[in-house]
């Protein structure tokens, strides 16, 4: 912010910015605020009293110096000439004497001055543990802080450093760092209602995220980054193992009278269904298959991610008076407008596969992975199609393994992936790549697919 003080010689009474609020500073203040000036007190720490405030430390009674700074901090808190601007730096000076402009930057205490009392429960509930610098880096305090106990202004401040950079690579903007805390802590029940505030599929993902958070992680610079999505598996886990202990406040909010359709219940469909009926509208989410999750349901195996899970964090938000039709396929979304609906918001997901531009992929026993993974989930007749068959992916990538590691449960008698990249390159996770190998498939990578080939109807092999 910018502010100006100026004297133009005709006014009586002028203005004056004090930079510093040290012992000089505040004295400085009091003199020119007695001799009948508006005096500025400005200062970057959060509180005044300087350097003098610390030497206090050098004396077991807390005396002599502080004996001698306290009233001068009451007196600059009180002086109705005195305005005390804390936790601010100054940008530049502009102009003549007589007449200067000044910029100021205010950095954000997150903490209402006016209303804090000093009390101390924010640093109580605070789960993030800094070096006291105040005290030399000698002692700890949490983000929530106050300078020192006689502080001037008598108010709490919350030490904010930029954004993380696990929440920035996050694609929900997870705050990581929060929860991670919290679980450091033991204070499971506050981590999960922290993860709840942005991510209504904890369980879910605490299992499948690709989690670039950790990849943007810094520790990963020092060692190794935090393993934050375990942690979010393992706070969910303990959610559910603990149901009485968990309790995610509802804002009671006024019904807008706004109804909204939701094409399709995966997750942006459910997420949006969520924060829309926290905002006081009606909600009805249409789901084409006759089960609700989209791509989490009927996408991902339930070896890597439970039905079950995914059905309770579902249940979760249909409990805020969501409503869900189920085998509801929607060809014309101007329609649902039409039938009183004042937005459609379209969540339709990606279920469509894609075939490789080869002879032979039309055969009957050529099917692409998501409408595989899809038929299995539904509980098709998939299993006595694989059963005792050789079964061969072509692919590389996560959905592939799903796929490969599928067919070992569904009693295929030999499993192998192939695909175009190195062995080093492929784009699945390492650790889904090594899960696969122990469990018996075969990679086969560096291949250039030309035709998948046939006798009489049915699949012989792939031509590289």
């Given at each position: 912010?910018?502010?100006?003080?100026?004297?133009?010689?005709?006014?009586?009474?002028?203005?004056?910015?004090?930079?510093?609020?040290?012992?000089?500073?505040?004295?400085?203040?009091?003199?020119?605020?007695?001799?009948?000036?508006?005096?500025?007190?400005?200062?970057?720490?959060?509180?005044?009293?300087?350097?003098?405030?610390?030497?206090?430390?050098?004396?077991?009674?807390?005396?002599?110096?502080?004996?001698?700074?306290?009233?001068?901090?009451?007196?600059?808190?009180?002086?109705?000439?005195?305005?005390?601007?804390?936790?601010?730096?100054?940008?530049?000076?502009?102009?003549?004497?007589?007449?200067?402009?000044?910029?100021?930057?205010?950095?954000?205490?997150?903490?209402?001055?006016?209303?804090?009392?000093?009390?101390?429960?924010?640093?109580?509930?605070?789960?993030?543990?800094?070096?006291?610098?105040?005290?030399?880096?000698?002692?700890?305090?949490?983000?929530?802080?106050?300078?020192?106990?006689?502080?001037?202004?008598?108010?709490?401040?919350?030490?904010?450093?930029?954004?993380?950079?696990?929440?920035?690579?996050?694609?929900?903007?997870?705050?990581?760092?929060?929860?991670?805390?919290?679980?450091?802590?033991?204070?499971?029940?506050?981590?999960?209602?922290?993860?709840?505030?942005?991510?209504?599929?904890?369980?879910?993902?605490?299992?499948?995220?690709?989690?670039?958070c950790e990849d943007a992680c810094?520790?990963?610079?020092?060692?190794?980054?935090?393993?934050?999505?375990?942690?979010?598996?393992?706070?969910?886990?303990?959610?559910?193992?603990?149901?009485?202990?968990?309790?995610?406040?509802?804002?009671?909010?006024?019904?807008?009278?706004?109804?909204?359709?939701?094409?399709?219940?995966?997750?942006?469909?459910?997420?949006?269904?969520?924060?829309?009926?926290?905002?006081?509208?009606?909600?009805?989410?249409?789901?084409?298959?006759?089960?609700?999750?989209?791509?989490?349901?009927?996408?991902?195996?339930?070896?890597?991610?439970?039905?079950?899970?995914?059905?309770?964090?579902?249940?979760?938000?249909?409990?805020?008076?969501?409503?869900?039709?189920?085998?509801?396929?929607?060809?014309?979304?101007?329609?649902?407008?039409?039938?009183?609906?004042?937005?459609?918001?379209?969540?339709?997901?990606?279920?469509?596969?894609?075939?490789?531009?080869?002879?032979?992929?039309?055969?009957?026993?050529?099917?692409?992975?998501?409408?595989?993974?899809?038929?299995?989930?539904?509980?098709?007749?998939?299993?006595?199609?694989?059963?005792?068959?050789?079964?061969?992916?072509?692919?590389?990538?996560?959905?592939?393994?799903?796929?490969?590691?599928?067919?070992?449960?569904?009693?295929?008698?030999?499993?192998?992936?192939?695909?175009?990249?190195?062995?080093?390159?492929?784009?699945?996770?390492?650790?889904?790549?090594q899960d696969a190998q122990e469990?018996?498939?075969?990679?086969?990578?560096?291949?250039?697919?030309?035709?998948?080939?046939?006798?009489?109807?049915?699949?012989?092999?792939?031509?590289?």
């Amino acid at each position: 912010m910018a502010m100006q003080f100026s004297e133009n010689g005709k006014d009586k009474v002028g203005a004056v910015l004090v930079v510093g609020a040290g012992i000089g500073g505040m004295q400085a203040s009091l003199d020119l605020a007695g001799a009948g000036f508006k005096v500025y007190l400005l200062d970057r720490q959060p509180a005044i009293g300087g350097v003098m405030a610390q030497l206090d430390k050098t004396f077991p009674t807390n005396d002599c110096a502080m004996c001698i700074l306290s009233p001068k901090l009451v007196e600059c808190g009180r002086h109705l000439n005195i305005q005390v601007m804390t936790y601010a730096e100054l940008e530049s000076v502009e102009g003549e004497p007589g007449n200067f402009t000044v910029r100021v930057r205010q950095h954000p205490r997150y903490v209402n001055v006016d209303e804090c009392t000093g009390c101390g429960d924010c640093a109580a509930a605070c789960p993030i543990v800094r070096l006291d610098q105040f005290n030399a880096g000698m002692s700890e305090r949490r983000a929530a802080y106050k300078l020192y106990p006689q502080a001037i202004p008598n108010a709490y401040v919350i030490e904010k450093r930029g954004r993380a950079p696990c929440r920035d690579a996050c694609p929900i903007h997870q705050r990581a760092q929060g929860y991670v805390a919290l679980v450091r802590e033991g204070r499971f029940a506050d981590a999960y209602r922290t993860i709840r505030e942005d991510n209504p599929f904890p369980s879910i993902c605490g299992r499948v995220c690709n989690h670039r958070c950790e990849d943007a992680c810094s520790r990963g610079k020092v060692d190794d980054p935090v393993n934050i999505m375990r942690l979010k598996r393992f706070v969910a886990d303990w959610a559910l193992a603990h149901p009485d202990e968990i309790e995610i406040p509802r804002p009671e909010v006024e019904p807008t009278g706004k109804r909204v359709a939701v094409i399709g219940s995966g997750p942006a469909g459910m997420t949006c269904a969520q924060d829309l009926t926290q905002l006081g509208h009606g909600v009805t989410i249409f789901e084409a298959l006759p089960v609700p999750g989209g791509m989490m349901r009927v996408g991902i195996p339930s070896y890597r991610l439970p039905y079950d899970l995914v059905q309770k964090e579902i249940d979760d938000i249909l409990a805020l008076g969501v409503e869900l039709k189920l085998n509801h396929r929607v060809d014309d979304a101007t329609a649902l407008l039409r039938d009183g609906y004042d937005a459609v918001f379209v969540a339709v997901g990606a279920h469509q596969g894609v075939r490789l531009p080869i002879p032979g992929v039309d055969l009957p026993e050529v099917v692409v992975a998501t409408d595989f993974l899809r038929e299995v989930a539904l509980d098709s007749n998939l299993r006595s199609r694989i059963r005792n068959r050789r079964v061969l992916v072509l692919g590389g990538g996560n959905v592939a393994v799903d796929a490969a590691m599928t067919a070992v449960r569904l009693g295929a008698s030999w499993v192998g992936m192939s695909c175009l990249e190195s062995r080093e390159t492929m784009p699945a996770h390492e650790w889904e790549i090594q899960d696969a190998q122990e469990e018996g498939i075969e990679v086969f990578p560096s291949r250039t697919f030309k035709e998948v080939t046939s006798a009489d109807g049915r699949v012989t092999g792939v031509r590289c």
